[in-house]
Structures are given as C-alpha cells and as structure tokens.
C-alpha cells in the first residue's frame, strides 16, 4: 500500500484548501517565469494545488497513491493525472514548471534518491525551467518530536497525529482518524508514514549540478536554515546561454 492510501479521503478535510502555498507558488512563475504554461507537479496528493492553480496552466500530476488520485481526478478533470514513482518517472515531455511541496520530498526516505529526483526534475524541464519545492527541516522534525500529539476534530472525526524523531533522520509520523459513523460509533483508521530529515548545505549542494538557486525562503521571508520551520526553494534548470523566461 502506497502512503497515504488510508488517509487520503480524509485529507483535505484535514488540510483545508493550501491558498497560501498556492499564493506562494504563483508569485514564484510570476517573478521568475511568467510566461510559464506547462506544469508538473510531484506527490500532486488530492489535487488541491494543481486545482489552486487555476486554468491558465496545462496540468500534469504524478503520486504513487491511486486513493489520492481517485480524489484528484474528481477534482482536476482537466489535468492529466498518473500514478508513478517521483525517482524513477519518465513522461517522455519536458514541461515549463515542476512543483513538489507538502513534504513530499521528506517522503523520500533515502538521500540518494533525492538526487535522483533532482536528476528526474531536471530531465522534464526546458533549459531555464523552474524546479518550485519546499520540505520539512531537520529542525522542524525535531520540534514535532518533542510535542505532544496533535489532536484535531473535523467533520465530525478525530484526528491524533503524532512524530517520533528519535531514530533521527527518519521521523516517523503515526496518523490515527477515528471515523464516526451514523450510528455515533468510531472506526480506527491508523497509518504510519515515513519522513526524511535532510541538512540544506545537501540539498544546496545536491542542486547545483543541474540548477541554479534563484530563491530561498523560510516562512518569515528570511533565507532558511536547519533550525527553520520550513524551506521554500525556486531553482531554475541551468542551459548553456539560457536567460530567464519572460
């Protein structure tokens, strides 16, 4: 089973709608490449995002789980939709814009095949495209380790959310939804997902062969570090003589 395949007709109700990350993400293509019209994003979940974007874009998401993308496709007809590996994907296209954000990243469980990521975004955009993510910090896993769990009530369900970082990098969040039911009763659904903790010298250093960092960004507009809530990255795919995209 692929993560997320448990919580995922819960998820948005969870979540919310992701305005801000959208905000984020489009005032990005607006300053660096604006005339911007083919985009990919990786781990797309729900759709939510992709949906965000609006209609002036042609859409293409990939996740590995077919529940999340049973959702995304009620809420994205138009948008092209697969299921598929963020390491190893090959879609045959390159693509103006390749988005990975709400740790999907972190979800990568192995350094290595971050690099592989890389290696795969890198190979779908046209020279001086743009390679938009963001990811949980060492710092940020590390807080949530040391919190109580999250308890959530929505929709009438409960949510329990915990992070265990003691086998650090490896965080390992435990998801409980207790679902009610008509009958008032609740059904335990508990999924464990795994979580990455990387330095961001490595993720720096991992980008520069293909990319050049255009932006960084903590959640106060300061260049991230490790201790960091969150990073906010926009890289541009490097090409001989490339200029920027207008």
Same mark, same amino acid.
């Given at each position: 089973?692929?993560?997320y395949?448990?919580?995922?007709?819960?998820?948005?109700?969870?979540?919310?709608?992701?305005?801000?990350?959208?905000r984020?993400?489009?005032?990005?293509?607006?300053e660096?490449?604006?005339?911007?019209?083919?985009?990919?994003?990786?781990?797309?979940?729900?759709?939510?995002?992709?949906?965000?974007?609006g209609? @002036?874009?042609?859409?293409?998401?990939?996740?590995?789980?077919?529940?999340?993308?049973?959702?995304?496709?009620?809420?994205?007809?138009?948008?092209?939709?697969?299921?598929?590996?963020l390491?190893?994907?090959?879609?045959?296209?390159?693509?103006?814009?390749?988005?990975?954000?709400?740790?999907?990243l972190?979800?990568?469980?192995?350094?290595?095949?971050?690099?592989?990521?890389?290696a795969?975004?890198?190979?779908?955009?046209?020279?001086g495209?743009?390679?938009?993510?963001?990811?949980?910090?060492v710092?940020?896993?590390?807080?949530?380790?040391?919190?109580?769990?999250?308890?959530?009530?929505?929709?009438?369900?409960?949510?329990?959310m915990?992070?265990?970082?003691?086998?650090?990098?490896?965080?390992?969040?435990?998801i409980?939804?207790?679902?009610? @039911?008509?009958?008032?009763?609740?059904?335990?659904?508990?999924?464990?997902?795994?979580?990455l @903790?990387?330095?961001?010298?490595?993720?720096?250093?991992?980008?520069?062969?293909?990319f050049d960092v255009?932006?960084?960004?903590?959640?106060?507009?300061a260049?991230?570090?490790?201790?960091s809530?969150?990073?906010?990255?926009?890289?541009?795919?490097?090409?001989?003589?490339?200029?920027?995209?207008?």
């Amino acid at each position: 089973m692929a993560q997320y395949d448990t919580f995922a007709r819960f998820y948005d109700g969870v979540n919310g709608e992701p305005e801000d990350r959208v905000r984020q993400i489009l005032a990005a293509l607006d300053e660096f490449y604006p005339s911007a019209h083919t985009v990919l994003e990786l781990g797309c979940g729900t759709g939510a995002v992709l949906a965000g974007l609006g209609s @002036g874009f042609s859409l293409i998401g990939l996740d590995q789980s077919r529940a999340m993308l049973d959702v995304a496709r009620r809420r994205c007809p138009d948008a092209r939709l697969l299921e598929g590996d963020l390491t190893t994907f090959d879609l045959g296209t390159r693509v103006d814009v390749v988005i990975c954000v709400f740790d999907t990243l972190n979800h990568v469980t192995d350094f290595a095949l971050w690099r592989a990521v890389f290696a795969r975004v890198a190979a779908h955009l046209v020279e001086g495209g743009l390679f938009v993510f963001d990811l949980n910090t060492v710092g940020r896993l590390r807080e949530l380790g040391d919190v109580a769990p999250w308890v959530h009530d929505f929709d009438g369900h409960v949510l329990i959310m915990d992070v265990d970082y003691t086998a650090a990098p490896l965080a390992r969040w435990n998801i409980r939804v207790f679902e009610q @039911g008509d009958d008032r009763r609740f059904a335990l659904h508990a999924e464990t997902i795994l979580e990455l @903790g990387v330095e961001l010298a490595r993720v720096r250093e991992a980008l520069a062969g293909d990319f050049d960092v255009v932006l960084e960004s903590d959640t106060r507009g300061a260049r991230p570090t490790d201790e960091s809530t969150r990073a906010f990255f926009v890289a541009r795919r490097r090409g001989a003589g490339v200029a920027a995209p207008v």
